[in-house]
């Protein structure tokens, strides 16, 4: 299957709270094909160049102690319009705000714990994909 692509992390408050089967469910019963996954864990460096686009915003280091507070799992995810399509189907980053049935309104516990990440735009989901992915590990 031919598509667009997009990055998704499973944030380290969702693998603990042992939701990594019902996300990843969701987000195959919503069509996407995962062409890359893996179980990880981000390093202080890597979660710092992985959000350096905040790196100047005053919640900075509380997300960075958050993303390397346990594993998670990154996985590229490949559909027609992947990437806004997976931005509805996480739903809003504030928990209370999200739809009815949306990855964050089902699984999300905060705004700083939001379960999952989803990519912007077409540009960063190709850059946050090779961020997590040697060329060799995208299927």
């Known amino acids: 299957m031919a598509g667009t692509k997009t990055l998704t992390m499973i944030k380290p408050d969702a693998v603990r709270n042992g939701h990594i089967g019902a996300i990843l469910n969701d987000i195959s019963a919503a069509g996407f094909r995962i062409s890359a996954m893996k179980l990880t864990q981000l390093s202080k460096a890597d979660a710092e160049a ?3 686009v905040h790196s100047e915003r005053p919640f900075f280091g509380e997300l960075v102690e958050f993303m390397t507070s346990g594993p998670i799992v990154a996985a590229i995810l490949e559909k027609d319009n992947a990437v806004e399509d997976f931005r509805t189907l996480i739903g809003s980053t504030n928990p209370a705000e999200a739809a009815e049935g949306t990855i964050r309104a089902k699984y999300a516990t ?30």
């Open 110 to 139: 905060s705004i700083g714990e939001n379960a999952v990440h989803g990519s912007d735009s077409d540009e960063n989901a190709q850059i946050e994909g090779d961020f997590h992915f040697a060329g060799r590990e995208q299927f």
């Open 50 to 52: 992985f959000y350096a």
